[in-house]
Nanobody
Framework: QVRLVESGGGLVQPGGSLRLSCAAS????????MGWYRQAPGKQRELVAS???????NYADYVKGRFTISRDNAKNTVYLQMNSLEPEDTAVYYC??????????????WGRGTLVTVSS
């Protein structure tokens, strides 16, 4: 069984920074892609950033230059450093990890989400 635990959300003022973490645990054989999505009220869930094992990254245009995704493969953890936050970044942020677990096919797993609120 695989578990994803997110942390780091909260309330921040415009222009501020937050760092999200997502740790995967359980019977993990391998991890390929690790990423972050977000869902604002009344909107669809959308990709924020992703990173594959080799280090290649992909960012949504609206976060380029402000957000940085990184991962610690030894800890099965992905991070999202968010700088210059704007009110439009307010959303629930979900980690998404493609995992090959013991006795199962490779598939994406979702965290429960962590709320980020950007407001003065």
């Amino acid at each position: 069984q695989v578990r994803l635990v997110e942390s780091g959300g909260g309330l921040v003022q415009p222009g501020g920074s937050l760092r999200l973490s997502c740790a995967a645990s359980g019977s993990i054989l391998s991890i390929n892609m690790m990423g972050w999505y977000r869902q604002a009220p009344g909107k669809q869930r959308e990709l924020v950033a992703s990173m594959v094992t080799g280090g290649s990254t992909n960012y949504a245009d609206y976060v380029k230059g402000r957000f940085t995704i990184s991962r610690d493969n030894a800890k099965n953890t992905v991070y999202l450093q968010m700088n210059s936050l704007e009110p439009e970044d307010t959303a629930v942020y979900y980690c998404n990890v493609h995992i090959q677990a013991l006795g199962a096919f490779g598939m994406p797993y979702w965290g429960r989400g962590t709320l980020v609120t950007v407001s003065s």
